[in-house]
């Protein structure tokens, strides 16, 4: 005999055939979140950073599927690499794009500002390695 964990949508059967009827059903793979966290660090100003300004070390040994939201000043949040930015008459500052390897994340940045901008990523790094 096999066991089966699942949970439903509510209004919908436990017993259900269709895997969009669950919140969970362990037949089916999911997204498991292995790690999370929130950290801060100033994007320095002068335009374009050719070298990631913001890095976090996994070492999972693995290439991990990460996903990362970054909090503005202007209080606008955003996936890493969108367009959600804080935008000033002529000058912007962004997380323009995230780079992950087996050790660490790596995000790039532009600040067009007269100075360091602070910043807040949360970021999550999942189970299921990237497939390449």
Known sequence: MSYKISV???GYSAFS???NNFIFHSDYNT?????SNSFSFNIPYGGYQEYPTGVVNHNLNYIPFVIAFC???NGRVGLVG???????PTKTVSITNLGVDS???YFYTVNN???NYPIVIRYYIFETPAVL
């Open 8 to 10: 439903s949508k509510s």
């Open 17 to 19: 055939t269709n895997p």
């Open 31 to 35: 997204f498991k979140i292995i790690s």
């Open 71 to 73: 909090k503005y000043n």
């Open 82 to 88: 969108s367009l959600a930015t804080e935008i000033f």
């Open 103 to 105: 050790s660490a994340i």
């Open 113 to 115: 500002t007269n100075s």
